[in-house]
């Protein structure tokens, strides 16, 4: 069974610019998860879709934005670009559903803001 | 705020030795936990997940969670240097997609 895929691997923006990250769950798994990683904050959850609706959100401004579609893949967006948006963005995939919760992760977006 | 808490370290062990890991958590009503092992430059693998009380093993590693003490830990036998890595504990809210993650404990194992 294919991981989860994320693309692209590494991006460098500007100041003020606008991004799109994408993620491919695991097949068969219907909720996809974002996550932030820093070395000062560590890993923190932005938001949660499961059937192509946001079910769960972290604490982070509107300026982070995402949607699923319906074959579950996942895009995340950030716009007007902060030099504290550099950091390692994750996504993780599940089933979304039963007791166990599992996720996995996928190899992660390096996003450099200038 | 709901936190998860580990030792930063690092943890050094020597190869062969057993180490233990520790985290503590604050939300009460948490049901699953979950052990994530990160290398250098890597993203996060799950090697560990618990939801009831006592011990669960998987070869050489063995979870431990304690839920009246909101405390959970990861036992890693026969250490080797290929364990070295920060080590994430992180609690499943209520069963949602969302993890709360700890800051990660680095462990060194020496050959």
């Known amino acids: 069974k294919a991981g989860v895929t994320q693309t692209p691997r590494y991006l460098i923006k500007t100041r003020g610019q606008q991004v799109t990250l994408s993620c491919s769950p695991i097949?068969?798994?219907?909720?996809v998860s974002w996550y932030q990683q820093t070395p000062g904050q560590g890993l923190q959850f932005l938001f949660e879709y499961f059937s192509e609706t946001q079910r769960n959100k972290g604490n982070f401004p509107g300026r982070f934005s995402g949607r699923q579609f319906s074959n579950s893949r996942s895009e995340m967006n950030v716009s007007t670009l902060e030099l504290g948006d550099s950091a390692l963005y994750l996504c993780a995939s599940s089933s979304g559903q039963g007791d166990i919760y599992e996720q996995f992760f996928g190899p992660g977006t390096r996003l450099t803001v200038l | 705020q709901k936190e998860v808490e580990q030792n930063s370290g690092p943890l050094s062990v020597p190869e062969g030795a057993i180490a233990s890991l520790n985290c503590t958590y604050s939300d009460r009503v948490s049901q699953s936990f979950f052990w994530y092992r990160q290398y250098s430059g890597k993203s996060p693998e799950l090697i560990m997940s618990i939801y009831s009380n006592g011990d669960k093993e998987d070869g050489r590693f063995t979870a431990q969670l304690n839920k009246a003490s909101q405390y959970v830990s990861l036992l890693i036998r026969d250490s080797q240097p290929s364990d070295s890595a920060t080590y994430l504990c992180a609690v499943n809210e209520r069963n949602t997609g969302k993890l709360i993650f700890g800051q990660g404990t680095t462990l060194q194992v020496k050959p």
């Open positions: 097949s068969g798994h219907r909720s």
